[in-house]
């Protein structure tokens, strides 16, 4: 039976990864995006076509949550599951790289030490064992992956394994990003306690605040970008995205013809939890900071509404929902702090009621009806 049903999904046509002109609109976005830092460096401040390095550093973490939001939407979208624990994998991978960074400040701190200045303030006196090997980058950078990832397959396999799913598996997530969040509030854990790791001077020997290096990491992360949502369209648009989709819509019946649907699980989740950890590790040196508010409940809940904003099971949904629904943050708490968060439960509302399929699903029906009535 199990043959029969992968000799079905042989003779499903093999798909384009984007039509044609899906390839020019993302050419065209990318090159676009990609201007930004170039006005900013060739420029000066008050002529017509200056970026601030302000708006440049803002697209460049809007980016890093556009990457969080296209890693939960293959779990959530592809495969049904829903994680509100996504902000986990974030900050890993941030604190991953956040220690090699610190340790790249050198002497340079308050203290002058060898170490950073909050082991200093806590009295360490010497690095934890965790820390070892951290001062070297492409070291710090296996963490990134290896960290967040590590941890989703172990949670994962036990979770999948137990059949844990639906809003069981939500709530289990969540509590596992809380528990995370409690333990590097200490300060005895050697991650900064509350403050997390900041003041960041140098990245690779690069002053981390001059304009090149921050294009530098801005274009790193716009490729990122791309290249994860190139990856997420090659997993999808694959027979083991076919079978991920099964898993979302009839997983009773996928076990009956006899596929284990176990290794597809965790093979995206895994996935995701990497991609997720890979945004994070380019966010902390762009927004400068890292604590532990990345791993709070509300973190991973507004990675859910960036999903269901933009269109969840369409992969450039998410982005364009992580860019809008950030971009209203960035106004509202710049405007009307206190009401923030009134806006978000309202939006989610909303699109929960109006728009089930998001802004990418409502574009689908407009252009269906123009293409009708031009019929």
Known sequence: MKQNALTDLNLLTRRPLFSGRV???????????????????????????HVSAYAVALMGKFMCYAMAALALDLVWGYAGILSLGHGLFFALGGYAHGMYLMRAIGHDGVYQSHLPDFMVFLD?????????????FWYAMLLVVLVPGVLAFVFGYFAFRSRIKGVYFSIITQA???????LFFR????????????????ILGFDITAPGTRATLYWITLAALAGALVVARMVTQSKLGRVLTAVRDAESRLRFIGYDPLGFKLFVWTLSAVLCGIAGALYVPQ?????????S???S????????TGGRGTLIGPIIGAGAVNGLKTWFTSVLPEFWLYALGLIFV??????????????????????????
């Not at 596992?176 to 409690?182: G, W």
């Not at 300060?187 to 140098?202: A, P, V």
Request: cysteine-free; hydrophobic content about 55%; charged content about 15%.
């Open 187 to 202: 300060n005895d854990t050697g991650f900064g306690g509350n403050n997390g790791f900041t003041d960041f001077k140098r």
């Open 176 to 182: 596992l990003t809380f528990a995370a969040m409690l």
């Open 350 to 375: 909303l699109v929960t009621l109006f728009l089930p399929t998001g802004i990418v699903g409502l574009a689908r029906r407009i252009a269906a009806r123009l293409q009708e009535k031009k019929a």
């Open 23 to 49: 390839w020019t609109a993302l050419a065209a976005a990318t090159a676009l995006l990609a201007l930004l830092p170039l006005l900013n460096l060739i420029f000066p401040a008050g002529h017509a076509l």
């Open 297 to 299: 409940t509300e973190t």
């Open 124 to 136: 360490w006196k010497s690095y934890p064992w965790y820390w070892s090997f951290t001062d070297h």
């Open 287 to 295: 927004v400068g900071i890292i604590n532990p508010s990345e791993m």
């Open 301 to 308: 809940i507004e990675m859910v509404i960036w999903v269901a």
